[in-house]
C-alpha cells in the first residue's frame, strides 16, 4: 500500500519520512454471545447463540413492559409495527434477516402490551401545542406535555420498564428544536430527544422514539436492518447484554472522557463526561465531572484541557465509582481523550493514578484525514490495519472487512491517530486491538463497529443529554437513559 498526506510535513504533526512507515494488520476482535459463542458479527452471534446474558437470571429480560405516548393513530401504529417486527423480517443479499425478538427465538424475550401503559395525546393537546406561534414556547410546552404522560405512567401500580414515544409528524416537525436568545444565558440551542432523555431520567424511564416513516413503511432503509437496531437497543435499554467484549485485559478501568457547555453561550464553564467501561461485559458508568472554565482565545486552543487540579479530581471520582461498584480498587486505568495531554493535565491524573492503581495508559485518538493507506486493490484499507510513522500510530477502524467481504462505510475510510500514549505500561498492539474491540460495543445497533470506541463516542452523546439536565440534579450512571 502507499502512503497519501495532504499536508507537507511538519515538525508538529510528527510525521518523518515514508521509508519509517510500518505496517501490520490486527485481526477483527471476537465477540461473546450466549453460553461463550463466539462470533466477530453482531447480527450472527445473535441469530446463532442468542444474547450474552441469555440464560442470566439477573440480567435477562424475559419480557418487557412497553408504554407508549402518542395520538391514537400513531401509537396503534406503533404497536402493531412492533408485534409484527418481533415475528421477525425478512432480509436480502445485503442484510441479514432479522430472527425475531420472541421467547423462543432471536432475543428470546417477550414485548407485554397494555391498554393501561398507553398516554394519549389528543387531538386537541397536538394542535394547541403545534398552534404555537413561537419557537421557544412551543418547545417547551412540548416538553413539559411529555414530561407530564411520562410522570403518570411512573405512577402506575404496575408501570412499565420502555416508553415507545410515537409521536405524530406534525409535533416533529414543529418542536424538534429550537433556538433562541435568553438575557441570562445567550443563545441557547435545545433539542427535543436530548430534553425528552432528561426528563425521562427523572423517572427512571428508558426511551425510544419511534416515527411514522417507520411504523408506516416510509423509511428509506431496509426494514430487516431497521429492526436489528431497534430490538438491539430496545433489549439493552430492558436491562439486557446483546453480547460482551472477549479478549480484554481483566481488571482494567476504560474510561472516555469528553466535554460540554452548559446551555447558553453567555456561560464561561465547562463540564467533563465521562464513560467508565467496568468488567468483562463491557458494562459501564456515566459520570459527570466538575465544572472549570475555558476561554479559547486565552489559552489559544479551541480543545478544552484540565489543569491539575481539575484532573486529579476527576480520577479520583473515576477510581470511587470503581471501587464502589466493584468492591476493590482497579489494577489498571486506561483514559481515551480526542486530545492531545496538556502537560498540567497529564501531571493531574498521573498524580492521582500513580500508588493506587498498578499501570495506567493516557491514550489521545484523533480523527484526522491528512493521513491515509491507499490500497493499489479497489477496495479500501482493511479494518484492523494499523500502520506506524515515527511515533505516531495509525489505527482503521472503519475500512473493508475481509471475513464478511463487505465495506459499510459510504465514503474514502480514514485511521484514526493515535497521537499521545502516556504511561507506556502497555504494549502498542495491546492498546490498538482494545481500542478495536471498544469500537463494537455500541449497543443503541447491530451496526458490526464504529469508527470511535465506545468510550469516546457514549461520553459525547452523554456530554449532549446532559446539557438538559440542571446542576443541581444528579444524572443516573446507567447507559439505558441515555440511548
Known amino acids: 500500500m502507499r502512503t497519501m498526506r495532504k499536508r507537507p510535513t511538519t515538525r508538529s504533526s510528527g510525521l518523518q519520512s515514508p521509508s519509517a512507515i510500518s505496517c501490520q494488520y490486527l485481526p477483527e476482535p471476537l465477540l461473546l454471545f450466549s453460553e461463550d459463542g463466539l462470533h466477530i458479527d453482531p447480527k450472527s452471534g445473535i441469530a446463532r447463540f442468542g444474547p450474552r446474558s441469555f440464560g442470566m437470571a439477573r440480567r435477562h429480560p424475559t419480557t418487557v413492559r412497553v408504554g407508549m405516548i402518542g395520538t391514537a393513530d400513531t401509537v396503534d401504529k406503533a404497536r402493531a409495527w412492533l408485534m409484527d417486527s418481533a415475528n421477525g423480517v425478512h432480509g436480502n443479499t445485503k442484510h441479514p434477516e432479522f430472527p425475531g425478538y420472541k421467547g423462543d427465538r432471536g432475543y428470546f424475550s417477550e414485548l407485554e402490551f397494555e391498554d393501561a401503559w398507553v398516554e394519549q395525546l389528543t387531538q386537541t393537546e397536538v394542535r394547541n401545542l403545534t398552534g404555537i406561534r413561537y419557537s421557544r414556547a412551543r418547545f417547551e410546552e412540548t416538553v413539559k406535555l411529555l414530561d407530564y404522560k411520562l410522570r403518570l405512567l411512573s405512577e402506575k401500580d404496575y408501570p412499565p420498564n420502555y416508553i415507545v414515544l410515537a409521536l405524530p409528524d406534525e409535533l416533529i416537525k414543529r418542536s424538534r428544536d429550537t433556538d433562541y436568545k435568553d438575557k441570562d444565558l445567550g443563545d ?39 429492526a436489528w437496531n431497534y430490538f438491539t437497543g430496545l433489549y439493552t435499554k430492558a436491562g439486557g447484554i446483546p453480547w460482551s467484549p472477549y479478549g480484554l485485559t481483566p481488571a482494567t478501568c476504560y474510561v472516555g472522557i469528553s466535554f460540554f457547555r452548559p446551555l447558553g453561550s453567555k456561560l464561561p464553564t465547562l463540564r467533563t463526561s465521562l464513560v467508565q467501561a467496568f468488567d468483562e461485559y463491557g458494562e459501564g458508568l456515566v459520570l459527570r465531572g466538575h465544572d472549570f472554565e475555558w476561554d479559547p482565545r486565552k489559552e489559544g486552543s479551541p480543545a478544552p ?47 492521582a493514578l500513580q500508588g493506587r492503581v498498578a499501570r495506567y495508559d493516557l491514550v489521545a485518538l484523533e480523527q484526522q484525514s491528512d493521513v491515509r493507506l491507499i490500497p493499489e486493490s479497489k477496495y479500501p484499507p482493511l479494518r484492523g490495519t494499523s500502520f506506524r510513522i515515527g511515533d505516531l500510530d495509525f489505527l482503521y477502524t472503519t475500512g473493508y472487512i475481509g471475513a464478511l467481504e463487505e465495506y459499510h462505510g459510504m465514503g474514502v475510510p480514514s485511521p484514526l491517530r493515535i497521537a499521545d500514549h502516556v504511561g507506556q505500561d502497555t504494549p502498542r498492539d495491546t492498546l490498538l486491538r482494545e481500542i478495536l474491540t ?19 463516542k457514549f461520553s459525547r452523546l452523554v456530554g449532549d443529554i446532559m446539557r438538559e439536565i440542571p446542576p443541581d440534579r444528579e444524572p443516573l450512571p446507567q447507559y439505558k437513559y441515555y440511548m
Not at 427512571?204 to 428509506?220: A, I, K, W, Y
Not at 481523550?337 to 497529564?346: C, F, G, L
Open 188 to 226: 441557547v440551542h435545545r433539542d427535543l430527544r436530548r430534553a425528552i432523555k432528561a426528563v425521562a431520567m427523572r423517572y427512571r424511564l428508558p426511551t425510544q422514539l419511534l416515527s411514522q416513516d417507520v411504523t408506516e413503511g416510509r423509511e428509506d432503509d431496509n426494514p430487516a436492518k431497521i
Open 305 to 351: 484541557h484540565l489543569d491539575e487540579q481539575h484532573a486529579h479530581e476527576l480520577i479520583d471520582k473515576v477510581l470511587a465509582r470503581y471501587q464502589d461498584e466493584m468492591k476493590q480498587m482497579p489494577q489498571r486505568v486506561v483514559v481515551h481523550k480526542t486530545s492531545r495531554y496538556w502537560p498540567a493535565e497529564r501531571d493531574g491524573f498521573m498524580a
Open 438 to 456: 471498544l469500537t463494537k460495543l455500541n449497543w443503541n445497533s447491530a451496526h458490526f463497529a464504529g469508527s470511535l470506541p465506545i468510550t469516546l
